[in-house]
């Protein structure tokens, strides 16, 4: 589908999905070559193209995800990548609230590899959503994964989470967006129908005409291309007046970016796959790696606007201002929509629940010659339970970074809610699965409720090359009496980093 889509799956989008599925090639795929270009090229300021789409149908989504080092099509010119289905940007697999995704996924790579449903709220367990697997080189693996009923509509993302490797091989293509639908049925029914874009945000490092992979061989300091659909500066349009709803996610592995429309307001409608309380306007947001925006946009003044990420100090780089797309506004006008002010919202409020513990997790760097980022002082073990919270309560965690760099928590499973930063009351409008902790002894509170799923799973800095240097911990929900036990009792393998 070519620069957009309704909320709505019309009968050709369906005839698309299904052609996909079972294997059509990509549009504009360049053919496989044995070698790699001796460099890369990528055009800048084509119209803007949507990743392929996956739907599910009859409350099933089967589909496969194959990946392997080749030569691909990148923003116009052949470049070497390791991706998903040929795409730097996998495609978009879209379920519905209670649906089953069934997944086979081929690791035709040199590496060991996995998956994780980022965002999901969803069993950790056996072939689910497990970050303890482990997939062999040249393996044919599955995941099923049972959506619940109840489950927040709203973007997610899937991507590799094997530690140790997490960075190199998301910086190389192996991530692509999730959509849970069921939007259209919280916002008000006027806006049934509107324009839907996604906007996946990532940056490649390139080495000659190769994605630049390899453990160590990353650095978030290092000159790097910033993409959206992994396209150069592409361009797409906005009716004066029209609404649009933006899917804004950043599917990378290190970089934050502080977004903007110039001339133009976003509403926030959903944070991180949970639909927010009461909406909010910004003129930026801030997209760390990890983090996904819902936004409605309205078309305002004729001409052309830039869609850009802003200057921000991340601690170890100064990240420039930066023109991600061009936006149009042209066309007709149309009848502006009044903005909600108050959704549907399957989820409330944990702030007024009752905290059955209290925990501090500190984020720092270690002082030898090797790079290591540690939670309370130690690298992550895979062999070791960080937290043991009981199935059915509520946890008010402190999150104190002693570094000189901002950390994105995420925690897996279960979303949060922001309860302060650095001291201040902070207004939650919803909750997240992502929050930056501010550098040079910043502090967030925030309270986990811990519900429906028992089992292993991870937070972790979302910084990548910070998740794979250590800054990562097991939690084990546990059941009515049930004892800890070692992540390997989850019947996977575990691989340390």
Known sequence: MADGGNLFATAATALCTLAAAT????????????????????????????????????????????AR????????????????????????????????????????????????FHGLHVRPTGISDNVFRTFEPATTERSVVELPREHAPGTYWY?????????????????????????????????????????????????????????????????????VNGQLRPRFSIAPGATQLWRIANVGADLFYDVALEGHRLTVVAEDGSPVWRPWGARHLLVPPGKRFDVLVQGGERGRH????????????????????????RGARQERLKLPRRLATPAGPISGKKIAQRRTFTFSFGTGSTFTALVNGKVFDPHAI???PRLGTVEEWTLVNQSG??????????????????????RARGLQ?????????????????????TGHFVFHCHILGHEDAGMMQTVQVLGPGQQPSPPEHAGMAMTPG
């Open 159 to 227: 991507h590799v989470h094997l530690h140790g490797t997490t960075e190199e091989q998301v910086m190389g293509g192996m991530s692509g967006l999730l959509v849970v639908d069921g939007l259209e049925d919280v916002l008000p029914r006027r806006f049934r129908g509107i324009r839907e874009r996604a906007l996946a945000l990532r940056d490649v490092q390139v080495d000659g005409g190769s994605i630049v992979m390899g453990q160590g061989q990353v650095a978030p300091d290092k000159p790097s291309t910033w993409l």
């Open 433 to 453: 699965d992502v929050v930056v902790i501010p550098k040079n002894g910043g502090e967030v509170v925030i309270r986990n409720r811990f519900e429906d799923f």
């Open 306 to 329: 830039r869609f850009l990420s802003r200057a921000y100090d991340e601690g170890f780089e100064l990240l420039r201002e930066k023109k991600l797309a061009t936006v149009r506004v």
């Open 386 to 388: 960080g937290v043991t």
């Open 23 to 66: 294997g059509a090639p990509d549009a504009g795929r360049t053919p496989q070559q044995a070698t790699p270009p001796t460099s890369w090229a990528p055009v800048a300021g084509r119209p803007l193209r949507q990743p392929r789409e996956l739907r599910s149908r009859d409350g099933v989504l089967e589909a496969d995800l194959d």
């Open 405 to 426: 760099e901002d950390h994105p928590f995420h925690i897996h499973v279960n979303d949060f809610q922001v309860i302060s930063v650095n001291g201040e009351p902070y």
């Open 69 to 116: 080092r080749h030569v691909i099509n990148v923003a116009g010119a052949p470049l070497e990548a390791q991706p998903f289905n040929g795409s730097l940007v996998g495609p978009t697999l879209r379920v519905r609230p209670g649906d089953r995704l069934e997944l086979t996924i081929r690791n035709g790579t040199a590496e060991q590899t996995n998956i994780h």
